[in-house]
């Protein structure tokens, strides 16, 4: 229980493991698997440390400065304040002008970068959120053509994925709520997110 008590941060271990337990429909041996290699996850990647950083510190703001520009115009994201049933609400633009390639070639933000970033934010909301709870995550699709999928359309559907299945596997039972949105189904919201600074959260 010593990796629990490291990584649960205000959550009782009790609510902990419910959500694993939950998560695997109360099938004690699955839901130990799946805590247990959530556990040896957050020691790999050092979560810890993560979440106590700042946006600019995991893009490398201070030495690529151009690169965290880049990144923050590609990919709109940010907090939008909380749904009426006061769960918190995130929203991620990975519309037409996001493409991970681009960022490597052009920003020097890599695909690790990415998904380490992808960490940040989801060890930020969480404890916004006082590590208690579920949250909504709007990911906005705007731009995408579900009947005329393109290879590089269908590259971008496989890497949103992959954030997608990281954060079920690492964050179960805060529902992502994951909504996949296009902007006339958002009233706007994309463009109020252009406006947050990650750093706040």
Not at 97 to 111: G, S, T, Y
Request: glycine share 6%; aromatic share 10%.
């Amino acid at each position: 229980m010593g990796l629990v008590e490291k990584h649960r941060g205000s959550e009782t271990a009790d609510d902990l493991l419910n959500r694993f337990l939950l998560a695997r429909r109360s099938k004690v041996k699955d839901a130990f698997k799946m805590l247990k290699h959530d556990l040896e996850w957050r020691e790999k990647e050092d979560s810890l440390t993560i979440r106590s950083k700042t946006a600019r510190e995991m893009l490398r703001g201070d030495t690529n400065p151009a690169g965290k520009e880049f990144h923050d115009q590609m990919f709109p994201h940010g907090y939008l304040g909380t749904c009426k049933m006061g769960r918190p609400v995130f929203y991620q633009n990975f519309g037409r002008q996001f493409d991970a390639d681009k960022l490597e070639k052009v920003a020097n933000i890599k695909h690790e970068d990415l998904a380490r970033y992808n960490i940040w934010m989801m060890e930020r909301l969480a404890e916004m959120m006082n590590f208690q709870g579920q949250w909504v995550i709007i990911v906005d699709l705007d731009g995408w053509n579900l009947g005329q999928l393109t290879l590089k359309h269908m590259k971008r559907l496989q890497y949103v994925r992959q954030f997608v299945d990281k954060n079920s596997n690492h964050y179960p039972e805060r529902k992502p709520v994951i909504s996949a949105a296009f902007k006339q189904q958002i009233a706007g919201c994309s463009y109020k997110c252009k406006a947050l600074v990650p750093e706040r959260m």
